[in-house]
């Protein structure tokens, strides 16, 4: 990846550690940034220190581990390097609201875990793509990141190449209008063949102004949850905002924590409609070229 290269380094170290002692000072020399640089850049990112992000996932997987498992909770934090259970329940109750044990047995009532993992009724998010009969899509509660859930979408049958599904949102661009903005989400893939995520800014018109699906930085093959985001400009003749996860060809993907920001002219741009994604000059004037 070229886009945040020390975000998305550090957040795959942490995901393939998770239950390590993770400490700050094994940072730089495993993912080759100095500690100032990553503390900075991550939080300018991700809107999270370092810490704070690692209690999150920690909790997360511990919740994971709540639903999925028969492990005690003792065994639980001790796996997750808690100190004792009386502080992983603090922690916990401070995310979750109740402590872990309440949320083991209420969430296994709730859900009726014994059946099927996935639901097809997500609030705002729609199917569409090339051939969207070929592609379904959920929410997936013992796949996330943060939270409970997780979006994910995945093909259903054999895709043909260059088909493609993507579950998506649209809104009304005004609130953004003559701004920078900052979509940023966190993936985990499986199988893909290609995937990321994607925003598009239209006029009134209809025509795309700015546009990024990350084909420059697409996600293949299976990968931990990262953090991914894209960076575009709203003009003022913009009408509507269009963004969502872009599944191309096979596999599955999970999407979860997507957030919209201002940003400043200080983060660069990622629009692929700008003058310096396009080539310097016309080629193949007279088709002889294979």
């Known amino acids: 990846m070229v886009y945040s290269e020390a975000t998305q380094q550090l957040i795959l170290y942490i ?5 390590d002692d993770l400490q700050l ?7 080759g940034y100095s500690k100032y640089h990553l503390l900075r850049v991550f939080k300018q990112e991700t809107g999270l ?18 639903l999925h498992s028969d492990e005690t909770i003792i065994t639980i934090a001790f796996m997750l390097q808690f100190q004792s259970q009386e502080a992983f329940t603090r922690a916990f109750k401070e995310v979750y609201t109740m402590p872990p ?20 009724k997500v609030k705002g998010w729609f199917l569409s793509g090339s051939h969207p009969a070929n592609y379904a899509f959920g929410v997936d509660d ?4 943060l939270g409970t859930k997780s979006g994910v979408l995945f093909s259903t049958g054999d895709v043909g190449e260059g088909q493609f599904g993507t579950i998506m949102q649209s809104f009304q661009a005004d609130i953004y209008k003559g701004k920078r ?11 893909v ?12 018109s209809g025509d795309t102004i700015q546009f990024d699906n990350m084909d420059n930085r697409s996600i293949t093959g299976t990968t931990e949850w990262n953090y991914y985001s894209i960076v575009l400009d709203v003009p003022v003749q913009s ?52």
Not at 25 to 31: H, I, R
Not at 193 to 204: E, F, L, Q, T, Y
Not at 246 to 260: I, M, Q, T, Y
């Open 239 to 290: 009408t509507s905002i269009h963004f969502g996860v872009l599944l191309v060809g096979n596999g599955k993907v999970w999407a979860d924590g997507f957030r919209f920001e201002e940003v400043d002219d200080s983060v660069p741009s990622t629009n692929m409609m700008a003058t310096e994604f396009l080539p310097t000059q016309p080629v193949n004037l007279d088709f002889n070229e294979e």
């Open 25 to 31: 000072k094994q940072f730089p020399s495993v993912v």
């Open 181 to 191: 903005i900052k979509l940023s989400c966190y993936l985990k893939t499986e199988q």
């Open 15 to 19: 995901e393939n550690h998770i239950t």
């Open 101 to 120: 044990g309440k949320y083991r047995k209420m969430m296994r009532s709730i859900g009726g875990m014994e059946e099927s993992n996935m639901s097809n």
């Open 49 to 66: 220190t370092i810490g704070e992000y690692i209690r999150l996932r920690c909790l997360a997987t511990a919740a994971m581990f709540l």
């Open 193 to 204: 063949d290609k995937c990321g995520a994607w925003c598009r800014i239209d006029n009134a």
């Open 142 to 145: 013992q796949v996330f990141h």
